[in-house]
């Protein structure tokens, strides 16, 4: 198991440290970034390749919110190019969305695996995963190495959430004693 670096261990402080709450155990995961080892599949090579993707930055699965406000277990797949939305069982592209595109992070100040990712003229993603914190770190440097930007993260305990280009929704999180409480509306379609 890889140890956290120094600089890792800072940059998460920096961005969650009064921002988010944080599990005590967070603070003692290791990055390990590949945790499925999918670059062994023809499909995925062939990808990659076709897509000019070098290096694979991240891949776990991870558990997506689509519009109707349902569960679906997912691949999420970051390389130094594109962040990749697959299959879990046959790895099969979903959905492609390059780097550049990723324009801001929001999350809950509260202690939840959600995150939401805002992506230029596209739907966004709602995932949750107990590697939230590894995932935003990585896509925070890939997208500096990237672009020369800084990946904007937000906190806020709402969070307007567009999962397609007809449906909008807004994310609702209560910190409750013992936990916290997630509810997702849908609001009314701009006219």
Request: proline letters at 5%.
């Given at each position: 198991m890889s140890k956290l670096s120094t600089k890792r261990k800072e940059q998460i402080e920096r961005i969650f440290s009064g921002n988010k709450e944080r599990r005590?155990?967070?603070?003692?995961k290791q990055f390990e970034g590949n945790y499925l080892g999918i670059e062994k599949k023809k499909n995925i090579?062939?990808?990659l390749q076709k897509n000019n993707d070098n290096s694979i930055?991240?891949?776990?699965n991870v558990y997506k919110i689509n519009k109707r406000n349902k569960s679906q277990?997912?691949?999420l797949l970051i390389t130094d190019q594109n962040l990749y939305n697959l299959h879990p069982s046959s790895s099969n592209l979903l959905r492609?969305?390059?780097i550049k595109n990723i324009l801001c992070i929001?999350?809950?100040?509260y202690q939840d695996n959600f995150f939401l990712i805002n992506v230029r003229n596209e739907s966004e993603y709602l995932l949750?995963?107990?590697?939230?914190?590894?995932?935003?770190?990585?896509?925070?440097?890939?997208?500096?190495a990237k672009t020369n930007k800084d990946l904007l993260i937000k906190f806020s305990d709402t969070l307007d959430f567009n999962p397609s280009k007809s449906v909008q929704k807004e994310i609702v999180f209560k910190d409750l004693t013992g936990g916290v409480e997630t509810e997702i509306y849908t609001k009314p379609k701009k006219k």
């Open positions: 005590r155990s967070s603070t003692l090579t062939k990808m930055i991240f891949c776990d277990e997912r691949t492609k969305i390059e929001k999350l809950s100040p949750s995963s107990p590697r939230k914190s590894e995932i935003v770190c990585y896509l925070i440097e890939t997208i500096k």
